[in-house]
Nanobody, 120 residues
Framework: QVQLVESGGGLVQTGGSLRLSCAASGTIFSISTMGWYRQAPGKQRELVATITSGTTSNYADSVKDRFTISRDNAKNTVFLQMNSLKSEDTAAYYC??????????????WGQGTQVTVSS
């Protein structure tokens, strides 16, 4: 079984910073793209950032120049450094990863989510 476990969410004031972590564990042969998504109350889940195994990153326009995604392949972990946080960043943040538990077989996995609340 593969699990993704997020940590690092919390309450922060406008302009502050938070760092989210997501560690994959279980039977893992290889990990491809990892990413972060978020979902605010009453809204659809949206892409925040993704990073390939070759560390090419992609960001939503709303977070460019404020958020940085990175990964530690040796620890099967992806990070999201969030700076200059705004109230509109308030949401549940979900980690996602495309993982092969067996050679040639890939599946998308999701974490349970971690809440980020930005207060003014």
């Amino acid at each position: 079984q593969v699990q993704l476990v997020e940590s690092g969410g919390g309450l922060v004031q406008t302009g502050g910073s938070l760092r989210l972590s997501c560690a994959a564990s279980g039977t893992i042969f290889s990990i491809s793209t990892m990413g972060w998504y978020r979902q605010a109350p009453g809204k659809q889940r949206e892409l925040v950032a993704t990073i390939t195994s070759g560390t090419t990153s992609n960001y939503a326009d709303s977070v460019k120049d404020r958020f940085t995604i990175s990964r530690d392949n040796a620890k099967n972990t992806v990070f999201l450094q969030m700076n200059s946080l705004k109230s509109e960043d308030t949401a549940a943040y979900y980690c996602s990863a495309r993982i092969s538990a067996r050679l040639g077989r890939w599946q998308d996995y999701w974490g349970q989510g971690t809440q980020v609340t930005v207060s003014s």
